[in-house]
């Protein structure tokens, strides 16, 4: 996949991951970040799991960065809440 796949992927699937966490967006970069981010975190995830991770610019794959936002969005919210 392209670099722009990745960041219109990101952009997709970082923004629906906010909205499912945060009930907005976070603002375009950081939603693009969060959803290559997401993409990664969910390829690892799913691949661990004897799955599919991300295959190309079609819907699983917006599935899996999706789920892989929200598995790292939880994470990360754990780990800074309990510093603060």
């Known amino acids: 996949m392209s670099i722009l796949g990745w960041i ?44 599919t991770g991300v295959t190309g610019f079609n819907l699983w794959s917006m599935f899996v960065a999706v789920i892989g936002a929200v598995v790292f969005l939880i994470i990360f919210h754990t780990i800074v809440d309990r510093r603060g």
Do not use: M, P
């Open 8 to 51: 219109i992927l990101g952009l997709i699937s970082g923004w629906s991951a906010s909205k499912l966490f945060y009930r907005q967006g976070s603002g375009c970069l950081l939603d693009v970040v969060l959803g290559i981010v997401g993409a990664f975190v969910g390829g690892i995830l799913f691949t661990g799991a004897g799955g």
